[in-house]
C-alpha cells in the first residue's frame, strides 16, 4: 500500500508541515537479537546485520552478524559471532568494517572469518561507519564525542569537539564527512539534553557547519545520501524517516515504528532496509 499525505507536527507553539514520503513495504523479517546496522553486499546480493543482543557499551561477547538473501529470507541470525555489541556496518571490496564498541572489526565477506580488530581503548562506543571513494575509514565514537579514523593500521582520534552533539551514522565522499547526532548526554532511555542535528564536516579544515532543522527535536541515527544535497536520515526515538536537503530544512518523512536504527539505502532499487532494535525485526520500504 502506497502513501501520500501531510504530515504536521508542532513543538513550542510552532507549526511544521511536510509532505510524506510515498512508500510501500516490500518485506519485512524477524528473528534477529536487536538488530542496529544493515549493509548490502551487492556482488554477492545479500544483506549483512549487526545483532546488538544485549546492553549497546557491553563488551560481553553476545553479538552478532546475520545474514540475509536478496529478499530479505534469513539464512543466519549468527552467521557471525565472536562480537560483542556490534553497530554500524560498512562494506569495502570484500571487507566488512563492523563497530564494536572499542574495536574496529574486519570480516572476510568471501571467507566468512574476522581478519583484524583494531582497537580504540579510550572510546566510549563506537557506533557508525562510513567509508568514502578513496577507501578512507570513519568512525563515529558516540558518547565520546569523537570521531576515528583507521591509518596505518591504527584507529586514531581524527576530530574530537563537543559539537559532533553524541555523534551517531556516517557518510563520507571525497571532500566532506556527515554526521547524523543524537542530542547532548544520551540517557538510559536513549533522551538527551538537547536536539540531534544534522553536521557537514570538512575533510580539510576539519569545520563543522550544522545544518538548521527549524526547531524540531530529533535523535538521529542512519543517515545515506539520496540525492545531490538531499538526505536520508532515521529519527531512532520518534520512529521516522526524514530527507533534508542541505539548509537542514526537513522536506518529507515517513512514520516508522520507534527504534528506527542504522538503515541502508539501495538507490537502484529505491530500497530503505531498517533494522528495528527493540522489536528484533528488519523491514524493506520502497520509497519514491
Request: with cysteine; net charge negative.
Amino acid at each position: 500500500m502506497r502513501r501520500t499525505f501531510k504530515v504536521v507536527t508542532t513543538l513550542a507553539g510552532l507549526i511544521f508541515t511536510c509532505q510524506a514520503l510515498a512508500a510501500e513495504i516490500v518485506w519485512s523479517t524477524s528473528g534477529f537479537k536487536m538488530p542496529e546496522s544493515a549493509e548490502y553486499d551487492v556482488a554477492h546480493d545479500r544483506y549483512y546485520v549487526s545483532n546488538v543482543n544485549g546492553g549497546v557499551m557491553e563488551q560481553d561477547g553476545n553479538g552478532s552478524i546475520s545474514l540475509l538473501d536478496g529478499n530479505g529470507k534469513l539464512i543466519d541470525v549468527d552467521w557471525i559471532t565472536g562480537l560483542h555489541s556490534p553497530k554500524g556496518l560498512a562494506l569495502y571490496k570484500n571487507k566488512l568494517y563492523v563497530a564494536d564498541v572499542k574495536q574496529l572489526v574486519v570480516i572476510n565477506v568471501d571467507s566468512g572469518k574476522i581478519v583484524a580488530r583494531y582497537e580504540a581503548s579510550d572510546s566510549r562506543v563506537l557506533n557508525g561507519i562510513a567509508i568514502n571513494q578513496d577507501g578512507k575509514v570513519f568512525v563515529s565514537d558516540w558518547t565520546g564525542n569523537c570521531i576515528y579514523t583507521l591509518e596505518d593500521g591504527e584507529l586514531k582520534i581524527w576530530l574530537e569537539d563537543p559539537e559532533l552533539n553524541s555523534p551517531n551514522g556516517l557518510w563520507a565522499d571525497k571532500t566532506h564527512l556527515y554526521v547524523a547526532s543524537w542530542g547532548r548526554n544520551p540517557k538510559e532511555d536513549f533522551t538527551t539534553e538537547t536536539s540531534g542535528n544534522l553536521k557537514k564536516i570538512s575533510l580539510k579544515t576539519q569545520q563543522i557547519e550544522t545544518l538548521d532543522h527549524e526547531g524540531q527535536w530529533l535523535n538521529l541515527d542512519g543517515i545515506a545520501r539520496y540525492a545531490r544535497d538531499k538526505w536520508l536520515v532515521s529519527d531512532f526515538l520518534k520512529g521516522e524517516l526524514l530527507l533534508i536537503n542541505k539548509s537542514g530544512h526537513i522536506e518529507k518523512s515517513l512514520p516508522l515504528k520507534k527504534s528506527s536504527a542504522d538503515f541502508y539505502y539501495l538507490p537502484e532499487k529505491h530500497l530503505v532496509i531498517v533494522p528495528l532494535l527493540m522489536e528484533n525485526q528488519v523491514v524493506a520500504y520502497r520509497v519514491d
